[in-house]
């Protein structure tokens, strides 16, 4: 790599398209681009056919079936629809999330309650715990009530890396009669996914948070043992069996598939390099940045997602400190890119018990299988340069 490469470290807004996944893409665009609803052609059946393909792939990724995976524009609209899809069967009854959810479950939470919906907000270990936001399960089991419908939690969160014990979180939902929701938005490639065995009853996914397109995502809704029943949310042609009506994204369906089936192949090796250069990263600021801390749980596997590395460094403003390593070619962010328009300080950090001040001072990395070690050596290096030159501005 050239000294002045631009180095990505922004991978949990998004990552960078894997080129076999873009290449399977390009003929479902091109000579093959009917539609997967059209019968009576085979530029149609093909189409149908290389989307039952991907829905295989995606549904071996996470341990389900084929028919419990819906394809979605992404996993905003996947939260969408498993939760006022739960709620609107039972609009009187409550909903359970923690507070360090992703924003695409609090605005649709939030939007339910102004029309009736009860929900109950879990607070999160703080910062001078063990386990910063992680969940207390005792609290949880005290707070599910007697008309709670469904209870939703991320796999892992988007700013801190903490990994939820889902198969824990399933057993106490479900002995209350409640419904479990996972936003496994940033769990593809990172972590080890099984619906089934974990006791999901819905679970959400995105291409694009593991090398895949954007725009393109899926609902998991439960039917083996229990046959898990949600309202669908847009209406029109009847597509994915009446539960999300719609022109299927064939390219992006198909590009999905690939990028999961990729994910699935090389999870151990990209768990293993990832949380090197993870480590390896963490050592470099630790060694050149005084007084740096660490937000969210020890990098320890299994408690925190292998790519993910947020940190507060005193004393400097974030983004500013963004902005400059933008300009030398670094990419990282200061929490959710959904709030990077409309900067408020993240309210993960906040629930941790951070001020607003060490809010603004907190930075987030978020690594891919395809970083490098040059990468990371690189990106400390302009990190370092870049907090000398605000230093002494
Ligand atoms: C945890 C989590 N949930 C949901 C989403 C939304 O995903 P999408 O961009 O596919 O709508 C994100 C995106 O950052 C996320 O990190």
Same mark, same amino acid.
């Given at each position: 790599m050239?000294?002045n490469a631009?180095?990505?470290l922004?991978?949990?807004?998004?990552?960078?398209?894997d080129?076999?996944?873009?290449?399977?893409?390009?003929?479902?665009?091109?000579?093959?681009?009917?539609?997967?609803g059209?019968?009576?052609?085979?530029m149609g059946?093909?189409a149908?056919?290389?989307?039952?393909?991907?829905?295989?792939r995606?549904?071996d990724t996470?341990?389900?079936?084929?028919r419990?995976?819906?394809?979605t524009s992404?996993?905003?609209?996947?939260?969408n629809? /498993?939760?006022?899809? #739960?709620?609107?069967? $039972?609009?009187? *009854?409550? +909903?359970?999330?923690?507070?360090t959810?992703?924003? =695409?479950?609090?605005?649709?939470?939030?939007?339910?309650?102004?029309?009736g919906?009860?929900?109950?907000r879990?607070?999160?270990a703080?910062?001078?715990?063990?386990?910063?936001g992680?969940?207390d399960?005792n609290?949880?089991?005290?707070?599910?009530g007697?008309?709670?419908?469904?209870?939703?939690?991320?796999?892992?969160?988007?700013?801190?890396g903490t990994v939820?014990?889902i198969s824990?979180?399933a057993?106490?939902?479900?002995?209350?009669g /409640?419904?479990?929701h #996972?936003?496994c938005? $940033?769990a593809? *490639?990172? +972590?080890?996914i099984?619906v089934t065995?974990?006791? =999901?009853?819905?679970?959400?996914?995105?291409?694009?948070?593991?090398?895949?397109?954007?725009?393109?995502?899926?609902?998991?809704v439960?039917?083996?043992?229990?046959?898990?029943?949600?309202?669908?949310?847009?209406?029109?042609?009847?597509?994915?069996r009446?539960?999300?009506?719609?022109?299927?994204?064939?390219?992006?369906i198909v590009?999905?598939g690939?990028a999961c089936?990729?994910?699935?192949k090389?999870l151990?090796?990209?768990i293993e390099?990832?949380?090197?250069?993870?480590?390896?990263?963490?050592?470099?600021?630790?060694d050149t940045?005084p007084?740096?801390?660490?937000n969210?749980?020890?990098l320890?596997?299994g408690?925190?997602?292998?790519?993910?590395?947020?940190?507060l460094?005193?004393?400097?403003?974030?983004?500013?400190?963004?902005?400059?390593?933008?300009?030398?070619?670094?990419a990282?962010s200061a929490?959710?890119?959904?709030?990077?328009?409309?900067?408020?300080?993240?309210h993960?950090?906040?629930?941790?018990?951070l001020s607003?001040?060490?809010v603004?001072?907190?930075?987030?990395f978020?690594?891919?299988?395809?970083?490098?070690?040059q990468?990371i050596q690189?990106?400390?290096?302009?990190l370092q340069?870049?907090i000398?030159?605000?230093?002494?501005?």
């Amino acid at each position: 790599m050239s000294d002045n490469a631009s180095v990505y470290l922004d991978n949990h807004a998004t990552t960078r398209i894997d080129p076999d996944v873009f290449e399977s893409m390009i003929p479902w665009f091109t000579d093959s681009y009917g539609n997967a609803g059209s019968g009576t052609h085979v530029m149609g059946t093909s189409a149908r056919d290389a989307v039952e393909s991907a829905r295989r792939r995606v549904a071996d990724t996470v341990g389900a079936t084929a028919r419990e995976i819906v394809f979605t524009s992404g996993a905003t609209e996947s939260v969408n629809l /498993a939760i006022a899809g #739960v709620v609107s069967r $039972q609009p009187s *009854g409550q +909903c359970v999330v923690p507070v360090t959810e992703h924003v =695409a479950v609090l605005d649709v939470v939030d939007q339910l309650e102004r029309n009736g919906l009860s929900v109950c907000r879990v607070p999160v270990a703080a910062k001078d715990t063990e386990t910063p936001g992680a969940l207390d399960l005792n609290l949880l089991d005290e707070m599910i009530g007697a008309g709670t419908s469904l209870v939703s939690v991320m796999f892992a969160n988007n700013e801190i890396g903490t990994v939820h014990p889902i198969s824990a979180i399933a057993d106490i939902v479900h002995s209350h009669g /409640a419904l479990l929701h #996972v936003d496994c938005a $940033q769990a593809i *490639g990172n +972590c080890s996914i099984d619906v089934t065995t974990s006791g =999901a009853d819905l679970a959400s996914f995105s291409a694009h948070k593991c090398h895949g397109p954007k725009g393109v995502g899926a609902l998991y809704v439960r039917r083996q043992q229990r046959i898990v029943r949600i309202n669908p949310q847009v209406f029109g042609g009847g597509q994915e069996r009446g539960l999300r009506s719609g022109t299927l994204n064939v390219p992006g369906i198909v590009g999905m598939g690939h990028a999961c089936e990729l994910a699935s192949k090389r999870l151990d090796e990209s768990i293993e390099q990832m949380t090197t250069l993870r480590a390896k990263l963490w050592d470099l600021l630790v060694d050149t940045i005084p007084g740096i801390q660490l937000n969210g749980p020890l990098l320890d596997r299994g408690v925190r997602l292998p790519n993910n590395l947020n940190v507060l460094i005193p004393g400097i403003d974030g983004s500013t400190l963004l902005a400059e390593l933008s300009r030398t070619g670094v990419a990282a962010s200061a929490g959710s890119a959904c709030s990077s328009e409309q900067p408020r300080p993240s309210h993960v950090l906040l629930a941790l018990g951070l001020s607003e001040e060490e809010v603004r001072q907190s930075i987030r990395f978020g690594l891919s299988r395809m970083t490098t070690s040059q990468e990371i050596q690189s990106a400390s290096e302009r990190l370092q340069a870049a907090i000398q030159s605000l230093g002494s501005a």
